[in-house]
């Protein structure tokens, strides 16, 4: 006899299976650049289909193994068919993903796109679990979601590091209370690249858990010195010294990278001042880092202390891309806080006052959405520079109404 019950979850199991198949469909057509891409060369240095894969690890690992530096822009635009400079990764990040550079450029594509699909899938694992989603239904709908989203479908069709990040970012997050230790680690994975790290441990450290950051800022120091021993030998401490100059010099004055470029792909705050108001106030990028990350510790510690977890992690996340320079696809560290809170938010959708928090999650859902048919349609009706804005913007709004949130969460508690 077959009763409600089992006819409900008989639906249920159907829906999974389905979102499951539109996942596994999703991310065969994500995985489909990784192998068609072209062997780089000087011709087609424009081709972006895993060009961050060709210019931050492949060659760059390649040019280490020569005995060279990659973090000098001009040996990496001498010896190799690059298009970007290779940015101030940690060291330890030459030796980590080297297995990718090792073999022909192109199995070396398609492993690193299928590692970042694997990764996307364990951020959703993550996901559901930080918000205790029925785990193997939560994983599913997170994940076929996140893979069919505009920063997921970028981190596998450009070849960024940004699902370890974020999986690393999570995991601190997760388990700063319980697993100090692992806690420690996954935050060492987050200082890949400083602009992660830097932020995270510091508003982590403010937020109490100073063990957790200063075990995993030196757990990523002690992985990298090694590597960083090797170049320092090579130049000496003080040629060691220009080729970090030099790398930061040219990053700063690129089109897609400077703070004040109109078409820069950049969400935090100096930047989308620029682009929204054309004004850029002296030391901009100074001040907005110390007040951006001066704030959200403020008030991720507040909401700490009033039962609004969920809401300080986000927010937290948020802090950190906000305040220096970052890309829309960074927003992925997110995702399981986001995932979280908007449960939390939905829980509570009877309180106006969850409505803030919930405004919050749908601007920071904006760059997810951004799809092609999306920037086709601003890029028609408000041009080319409102597209370039739209994510950034959404971003710095879902962090000031988040934090007005949680001014008023606290007032509220206390």
């Known amino acids: 006899m077959i009763t409600t019950t089992n006819r409900t979850g008989l639906a249920r199991t159907i829906l999974v299976a389905l979102v499951a198949l539109a996942g596994t469909a999703s991310a065969v057509r994500a995985l489909k650049p990784a192998w068609e891409v072209p062997l780089p060369t000087e011709a087609n240095l424009p081709e972006e289909r895993m060009q961050d894969f060709r210019d931050a690890l492949y060659f760059p690992i390649r040019e280490f193994l020569a005995g060279g530096n990659p973090y000098d822009p001009a040996v990496m635009f001498a010896n190799w068919p690059v298009r970007q400079n290779f940015n101030l990764y940690q060291p330890y990040h030459l030796v980590l993903h080297m297995p990718f550079a090792l073999p022909d450029y192109r199995v070396g594509a398609v492993a690193f796109a299928l590692a970042c699909v694997v990764l996307l899938v364990g951020l959703a694992l993550l996901a559901a679990h930080r918000a205790q989603l029925p785990l193997v239904a939560g994983t599913t709908v997170v994940a076929t ?8 479908k970028a981190q596998v069709y450009i070849g960024q ?3 370890l990040i974020a999986v690393g970012v999570a995991a601190a997050l997760m388990l700063r209370g319980s697993h100090p230790g692992w806690a420690a680690a996954a935050l060492a994975l987050a200082w890949l690249k400083p602009q992660f790290g830097l932020p995270l441990a510091l508003l982590m450290f403010v937020r109490g858990d100073r063990k957790v950051a200063l075990m995993g800022t030196a757990i990523a120091t002690i992985a990298s010195l090694p590597v960083a021993a090797v170049l320092v030998m090579k130049d000496g401490v003080g040629g060691f010294l220009d080729v970090i100059g030099r790398n ?5 004055s690129t089109g897609y990278g400077a703070v004040d470029s109109m078409t820069a792909q950049r969400i935090d705050l100096p930047a989308v001042l620029f682009r929204t108001t054309g004004w850029l106030p002296p030391a901009a990028e100074l001040i907005a ?3 951006v990350l001066a ?6 510690r507040r909401l700490d202390q009033t039962d609004g ?3 300080a992690d986000v927010l937290t996340c948020l802090g950190v891309v906000v305040a220096l320079v970052h890309q829309p696809g960074d927003v ?4 399981p806080a986001l995932v979280a809170l908007a449960v939390v938010c939905w829980r509570n959708r009877q309180d106006r006052h969850w409505w803030w928090a919930g405004a919050a999650a749908l601007l920071l859902v904006v760059p997810f959405a951004h799809l092609y048919f999306v920037d086709t349609a601003v ?3 408000l041009g080319a520079r409102a597209s370039v804005t739209l994510d950034g913007a959404a971003v710095v709004a879902a962090w000031l109404v988040l934090a007005v949130f949680a001014v008023r969460h606290a007032r509220r508690v206390t």
């Not at 979601?145 to 997921?152: A, D, E, H, M, R």
């Not at 704030?295 to 991720?300: E, F, K």
């Open 295 to 300: 704030v959200t510790a403020l008030l991720a």
């Open 289 to 291: 880092l110390i007040g």
């Open 379 to 381: 890029k028609a009706a």
């Open 332 to 335: 992925l560290i997110a995702v």
């Open 248 to 252: 930061l010099a040219w990053a700063s």
């Open 161 to 163: 590091v940004n699902p």
């Open 145 to 152: 979601l996140l893979i069919t989203s505009q920063v997921g």
């Open 309 to 311: 977890t969920a809401a």
